[in-house]
Every structure is written in C-alpha cells, then in structure tokens.
C-alpha cells in the first residue's frame, strides 16, 4: 500500500478511488491558481499603492518647482520687466493677454514698484493696452482728486521721463473721470489738476522748497482749468488741506511693506544664517535699522523672513569650522535663553524665533569687522530714545483714562 502510494508520487491517500483522486487533484489545482490570483492581486494594489504615492510627491514637486519659476519670474521682472513677463509667459505661468498681465502687476507680489511704472510707461500698443486694464482694476468712485492720486501713485513708481508720465497720468484723468461723472468739464482738467496736485505735494513737502504756496495762491493758478470755467473754491480748498496734512507716499521711498524703515538703513548685504532647528547655512539679505535686524530671502521682498530687535543682546566673534568670518548675537549671562525674535513660516504665519544665538558669517573678514560695528552701534542705549518711549506710554496710558 505504502509503496503504490508512494509511486504515485503526489501525497495523495492510498485508499481514494481514482475518481476521487481526480477530484482531488483538481481542487489542488484551483487552490493553487486562486493563490496564484491573490498574490497577483496584492502585487498590483502595492503598485497602484506606489504609483499614488509618487503622484502626491510628483505634484509636490511641481508646486514647489512652480514657486520656483515664479519667485524667478519676478526677479527677472525687476531687472528687466520685459524680459520677466516674456519668462514667466514662456514657462506658462501667465497667460499673454493684457487682463492677465495687468491683474499680475496690480498684485504686484515681489514687484519693484520702479520696475513696474516702467513697463506701464511704455509706448508699444500692448503695453499701452495693458496700462489702460491695470489703470481700470483702480476703483475711484466717489474719491476725491487726492485720494484718488494716493491708491494710482502707491501701486507703482512713476518714471522719470515725461513722456511715460503723461500716458499714465493721461490713462489715470480718462479713469477718474468715467467713475466720478460731472466732478469735472473734462478729462483735460483733471489731468491737468492732477499734475498741480502732485507739484503742491513737492512744493510744501520738500524741504529744499524754501517758498511754500499758500492755499489762495495754489487757488489762484487753477483759475480757469475747467473748460475756462473755475472750480469751486471749496474743492481746491479741500485738496490743498489734504496734501498740506498729508503728503504722498512714494513707493521705494516710504511706507510701501516697511520700505520706510528701510530707508536709509544703517547697514544692508548678504550674510549667511545658521538656522535655529535645522542647524543649515541659508543666505539672506540683512537689513540693519532702527535697533533691528531684518533678513529676507531676497532683496525684492516686501517682507522680512525674520525680525531680531537688538535690545538686551550682546554681539562677538566666533570661530566655526564650517564657515569663516563669523559672529554671534547672544544674551550676555543667559546663554540656554531664547532669544526675542520672530520669523515668517513658507506658509505665511509669523511665529516666534528659536535661537540661543544668531551665527552669521560674512563674505569676507572685513565685511565682518564693519557688520560687528555697526551691530555695537546699534545695540548701544541712547538715552533719548528711552525718554521718547516713556513719553509715548504716558500718553498711551492718559488716553486709556
């Protein structure tokens, strides 16, 4: 028995009629395929599995070589705006219509605002098209003259030829006029009143102008602008107070994204940063200033990557085996202290710094001695500042009484 069993071969039981033997074999069979099935089956869900997961890292990938292009896109638009709006619609970024391009250098995110007034100011027809859509997403509806002139002038710099000037202070007058019907006779008295406007503006606010126009004497040149008509008196008045009270903000020379605070700083350049968390080398832009130091990730950001307020800190070489020409800012007598500062996340939230310490290096060595010297300047008390700060929280705390 034993024997005829095992002839057979198969660890089939001797006493099976050959019937059931079949049988049996058979089923073997099939589990065998339905095995052969399943494992087919986990191996293609492995790799739909794998295929899914490099999809979401693909398009990760994407995104960020998108974001890339883009900050690249607008570097090149600041040195040269043609060649930037000709990158960025090669690489799909923007599409060549006038709509799309003026709706970009409204938002104007990352943009030179120079950069900008000269693409604008240009006479070719597309860009005169495109000058009269970014003109019109202005919204001037019952603004007087100046406020007016405050939104047009703040999203751009004007250029300094006068023929740019007078096709987008042309451009500015057919705007205001067709969102505010009946203020003037026409459009040439608006931009010619306009043009007055931002003359006051220089007159009373430069202060090399030592001959300051009274409000009746700047009433008296705007006699007869109005289609030889004159303008109501009160208008001009109202004008005239404005501009007096408050003069415009030029682009890259205040107000635009803390560009005020930068003006004039006591110190900017490259430096390279040692990151907080992730002990990394990342080269930023370094604004020195009113007793802080800004870094960005480029030079035409309009906000800061980080903020470190230098009060209470102290500043001192160090050598580092990685990097040359290095300093630290640190709190004197608390070395495991964070320090107070703040950064700016990728995503846009603005958190609180984690250094102990700020390790810097610069280009060179004598980069170096001029940054730690200007750092010691700033970090240095001035008693009148202190008196300044007190006297701003009396008066804060008299005006909670």
């Known amino acids: 028995m034993n024997e005829r069993g095992g002839g057979e071969g198969r660890g089939l039981p001797?006493?099976?009629?050959?019937?059931?033997?079949?049988?049996?074999?058979?089923?073997?069979?099939?589990?065998?395929?339905?095995?052969?099935?399943?494992?087919?089956?986990?191996?293609?869900?492995a790799e739909v599995t794998h295929e899914?997961?490099?999809?979401?890292?693909?398009?990760?990938?994407?995104?960020?070589?998108?974001?890339?292009?883009?900050a690249m896109g607008r570097k090149k638009f600041n040195m040269d705006p043609k060649k930037g709006i000709r990158f960025l619609i090669d690489s799909s970024l923007l599409k060549e219509t006038r709509d799309d391009i003026a709706q970009f250098l409204y938002k104007g995110e990352g943009l030179n605002k120079t950069a900008i007034g000269d693409y604008l100011g240009e006479r070719d027809n597309f860009n005169l098209e495109v000058l009269h859509a970014f003109v019109e997403l202005h919204e001037f509806t019952d603004l007087n003259l100046v406020q007016a002139l405050r939104q047009f002038l703040w999203s751009f710099r004007l250029p300094g030829e006068a023929q740019k000037i007078d096709r987008m202070m042309e451009a500015f007058a057919q705007r205001y006029c067709h969102c505010n019907p009946g203020v003037f006779q026409s459009t040439d008295t608006c931009y010619v009143l306009s043009f007055a406007v931002i003359m006051l503006n220089t007159?009373?606010?430069?202060?090399?102008?030592?001959?300051?126009?009274?409000?009746?004497?700047?009433?008296?040149m705007n006699r007869g602008i109005n289609d030889g008509g004159d303008?109501?008196?009160?208008?001009?008045?109202?004008?005239?107070?404005?501009?007096?009270?408050?003069?415009?903000?030029?682009?890259?020379?205040?107000?635009?994204?803390?560009?005020?605070?930068?003006?004039?700083?006591?110190?900017?350049?490259?430096?390279?940063?040692?990151?907080?968390?992730?002990k990394t080398w990342k080269r930023r832009w370094f604004i020195l200033t009113d007793n802080c130091l800004y870094?960005?990730?480029?030079?035409t950001d309009k906000e800061p990557r980080g903020i470190i307020p230098l009060e209470n800190l102290s500043i001192r070489e160090v050598d580092d085996s990685k990097k040359p020409n290095c300093f630290e800012l640190f709190i004197p007598d608390h070395k495991d202290q964070?320090?107070?500062?703040?950064k700016?996340?990728?995503?846009?939230?603005?958190?609180?710094g984690n250094h102990t310490f700020y390790r810097i290096s610069a280009p060179t060595a004598e980069e170096k001695d001029e940054w730690i010297s200007s750092i010691k300047a700033a970090i240095s008390k001035d008693p009148f500042y202190e008196m300044l700060a007190a006297r701003k929280k009396k008066v804060s705390s008299l005006k909670g009484l």
């Open 295 to 299: 870094y960005f990730e480029y030079t």
């Open 231 to 278: 303008l109501p008196d009160d208008l001009l008045r109202n004008l005239y107070d404005s501009i007096k009270n408050e003069p415009f903000k030029i682009p890259e020379d205040d107000g635009n994204d803390l560009t005020h605070t930068f003006f004039n700083p006591d110190r900017e350049g490259w430096l390279l940063k040692l990151g907080g968390r992730v």
């Open 52 to 70: 899914i997961e490099n999809l979401g890292l693909t398009e990760e990938r994407k995104s960020m070589q998108r974001n890339k292009q883009v």
């Open 344 to 352: 700016t996340e990728a995503d846009g939230r603005v958190v609180e």
């Open 14 to 45: 001797d006493d099976l009629s050959p019937e059931e033997r079949q049988e049996l074999e058979s089923i073997r069979r099939r589990k065998q395929e339905l095995l052969q099935d399943i494992q087919r089956l986990k191996d293609e869900i």
């Open 338 to 342: 964070v320090i107070k500062a703040c």
């Open 203 to 220: 007159s009373l606010h430069n202060p090399n102008v030592k001959d300051k126009p009274s409000v009746q004497r700047f009433t008296a």
